[in-house]
């Protein structure tokens, strides 16, 4: 089975997430794939488009006003063609870069405990994790953050905003939020502390209904829904809060989703290329294994603008199979997914290698921009960096 924070691989999105991004690798448990060597491939270095490439670097290198080591051209080379190809969840990570995205594995960092994304130009919230500083101190989905230590965020991206809400801890950070409704911005002071970021919190609500909140659908989730509704097998009803939650891990998601539906039952399916060549689609599918946890029980599901990729999966496996009600807004509509390739030691390559489909064969997916703006122009963004 694919690994997925979205990746979120966020991852944050996180973008790490696995934070940020629903991000698939070739099957659980394994490492990054490496790009093939053989093939068609093979035969680009001798291609006219390769010595074109190489002429404009050599020139550029030994006569360009700009004087950049070749190390920096390499990098603003390979950045220009990811920019170039559409793709909004395309990136070619650094090593702290790297680092960040795979914080979602453990949910371990220091920081207050928000998700950010760059959304119309402006650094904006799209997750508040629970029992963080960022949490303690108010702040809330959606807020915008305009202001780090009395120094504009304007033109800031996602990187620049991290870096500086981020620190060692015991220090405080001062934010300036403008929250719609408010006419003054809010100006929380927040100090810094170890953020564990626990994917789930189970209690119980109402009339003895069991609640589980999933901020993100990172490694090990499954685990931690499963001892939940154990936990609470003797509650009449569960609610399933996917509100916020940006995605993950794409077998986390089949797994939960396995959790209340019967064996057999389709979980979801995927398109993707046949690697090296044209025209040719691998078609996979994943059905459920284990029995429903909690059979006959009404269950919820809570969605909103925020709910992404993996949660999504989980959303549309229920309401396909009419295993729970699903409330909310229209959900962010992520339907691709990303692989992670290593391109040496320290660096890596998140790229969209395929589309996901509702067991009753739907696509969620919704185009986006490369600022991660729905073509429609609604107000939607896609998760990057936790700080």
């Known amino acids: ?79 220009g063609l990811i920019r170039e190809l559409n793709d909004p969840y395309a990136q070619a990570f650094t090593p702290a870069e790297f680092d960040e995205f795979q914080e979602g594995n453990t949910g371990n960092y220091a920081g207050i405990g928000v998700q950010i994304t760059n959304l119309n130009e402006t650094i904006t919230i799209t997750a508040v994790f629970r029992g963080t500083p960022a949490e303690q101190s108010g702040l809330e989905v959606g807020d915008l953050i305009i202001g780090v230590n009395n120094e504009s965020t304007e033109g800031w991206t996602t990187r620049d905003a991290s870096d500086a809400i981020r620190g060692e801890i015991g220090t405080t950070v001062n934010l300036q939020i403008a929250r719609q409704g408010l006419r003054a911005p809010l100006t929380p002071t927040i100090a810094r502390d170890s953020v564990h970021v626990s994917a789930v919190v189970a209690d119980v609500v109402g009339p003895n209904i069991a609640y589980i909140g999933l901020d993100r659908v990172a490694r090990g989730s499954s685990q931690e829904v499963d001892s939940a509704l154990m936990r609470f097998r003797d509650a009449p009803g569960v609610i399933l809060d996917l509100r916020g939650n940006p995605g993950g891990f794409l077998d986390e998601a089949l797994k939960i989703s396995d959790l209340f539906l019967e064996p057999g039952a389709r979980l979801a399916s995927a398109e993707s290329r046949v690697p090296g060549q044209e025209g040719r689609n691998l078609d996979e599918a994943w059905n459920s294994q284990t029995p429903d946890r909690i ?44 692989n992670i390739f290593r391109l040496t030691e320290k660096r890596h390559l998140r790229l969209t290698t395929g589309e996901w489909f509702t067991p009753l064969g739907r696509s969620l997916h919704r185009p986006r921009t490369m600022q991660g703006r729905p073509l429609e122009e609604d107000p939607d963004t896609f998760p990057i960096v936790t700080s």
Not at 313 to 328: C, E, N, S, T
Request: aromatic letters at 6%; glycine letters at 10%; a neutral charge.
């Open 1 to 79: 089975m694919a690994q997925t924070e979205g990746v979120f691989m966020i991852r944050k999105i996180t973008s790490g997430l696995l934070m940020v991004l629903v991000v698939a690798l070739p099957a659980a448990g394994q490492s990054p794939t490496t790009p093939r060597r053989d093939g068609p491939g093979s035969q680009e270095a001798g291609s006219e488009g390769a010595q074109i490439f190489l002429s404009v670097f050599r020139s550029v290198r030994d006569y360009g006003l700009e004087m950049l080591p070749d190390s920096a051209l390499w990098d603003r080379a390979v950045n």
């Open 295 to 338: 059979p006959g029980k009404p269950v919820i599901v809570l969605v909103d603008r925020f709910s992404a990729s993996a949660s999504e999966i989980v959303a549309g496996a229920l309401q396909d199979h009419d295993r729970a009600l699903v409330i909310g807004e229209r959900t962010f509509g992520k339907g691709v997914f990303q």
